[in-house]
């Protein structure tokens, strides 16, 4: 095992993130296996530095693999992906030091296996396998991610008074800009000029319009935020995480665009900070890219509003007294009605809606 070479993974009730290996050596000892739960600061296994990987002793491997024998070793992240598609951990061949399977070997096997067969070849032919014997059931321990969520979103249906208003946005203006401003974006800025950017700056836009939307409920005071940190949802390799753009209101749209980009690549990865999910006063979840029409999206304790984006489809709508296509897209802001009232929330949509459509309002620093 070389230095920074992952260990293993550890698990939070918000973050999963590898450990690297401080020192090239190899893994003597597990204190704990998979699944056990470790306090901060805890150990839970022994290094012996200095060894090579090619002088390790056979069974120095067995704890790092988790398997017997001369399979291959499998880094604890590739046995994870492995594991959710259902595949061994024979299933992927490593690229990694001494053959070892990495999370990118894991996730281009996973890859392989649900490619489409090349064109003018014929899929194999196959028949349903007999169910085997046994359960008809599995259980499965609820990661520590997965628990803190379901407690948040009880949280939030339990503690706050909870309405959702909606609307719907002509997505012509945004789309047009995008097409005619996106090549020169892209040419100065380094990065792809996306639809959040615009959604991001229209709602920092609307929680100054409506500053109750940007509050908080503590006790019996509303706390006002005079600062706009805007959660983004996006999905990650444990579940749906809120990283944090922090003061969205000075951002210029392509800091936003690299920013979200970030979050998402590091996402995906599982290498996120525990700081940068913490502390936002608003979110946008955009359910659009899964193909949502529309939903009632869950605010994030303690927020007081949420902004949920669905897909863009082509509806006929009124134009000038003619019946036009247009890309509509439905909006969604559900909302702590303790504080927000509902003329403040249709407040807040039609400021968002005023934005979008006319993103010209919205200065573009191209």
Do not use: W
Not at 53 to 76: I, L, Q, T, W, Y
């Amino acid at each position: 095992m070389r230095r920074e070479e992952g260990v293993l993974e550890i698990e939070t009730d918000k973050i999963s993130f590898e450990l690297p290996a401080p020192a090239d050596g190899v893994l003597a000892k597990l204190l704990k296996q998979a699944g056990e739960k470790a306090l901060v600061g805890e150990v839970v296994g022994y290094l012996e530095a200095g060894s090579s990987v090619e002088a390790s002793p056979a069974p120095a491997a067995k704890p790092e693999a988790g398997e017997p024998g001369d399979e291959p070793r499998v880094m604890p992240s590739a046995r994870r992906v492995l594991a959710e598609a259902g595949l061994p951990a024979t299933g992927a061949k490593g690229t990694g030091p001494g053959g070892r399977v990495l999370k990118e070997d894991a996730e281009r096997a996973v890859r392989d296996r649900v490619a489409p067969p090349a064109a003018g070849v014929a899929p194999p032919v196959s028949t349903p396998a007999p169910r085997p014997a046994g359960e008809r059931e599995e259980r499965m321990a609820m990661s520590p991610i997965r628990k803190r969520i379901a407690e948040r979103l009880l949280e939030a249906q339990s503690r706050a008074a909870l309405l959702t208003t909606f609307n719907e946005i002509d997505m012509s203006a945004v789309i047009a800009a995008r097409k005619d401003l996106g090549d020169r974006f892209r040419e100065k800025h380094g990065v792809k000029l996306g639809f959040m950017s615009f959604f991001v700056k229209a709602a920092v836009d609307a929680l100054k319009t409506v500053p109750q939307v940007n509050a908080r409920v503590e006790g019996e005071e509303i706390v006002f935020a005079n600062h706009y940190d805007v959660g983004i949802a996006v999905g990650g390799g444990r579940g749906l995480v809120v990283p944090v753009i922090r003061d969205a209101d000075r951002l210029s749209f392509a800091e936003v665009e690299k920013t979200i980009a970030d979050f998402a690549a590091r996402a995906e990865a599982n290498r996120l900070e525990l700081a940068e999910l913490t502390g936002g006063t608003f979110t946008i979840s955009n359910g659009g890219i899964y193909g949502s029409m529309l939903s009632t999206p869950i605010v994030n304790p303690p927020q007081s509003g949420i902004l949920g984006l669905h897909a863009i489809q082509d509806r006929p709508v009124g134009r000038d007294g003619q019946i036009v296509l247009r890309p509509m897209m439905y909006v969604a802001l559900t909302y702590d009605h303790r504080i927000v009232d509902g003329r403040e929330s249709v407040a807040f949509l039609r400021r968002v809606k005023d934005c979008i459509e006319d993103p010209a309002r919205m200065l573009l620093e191209i």
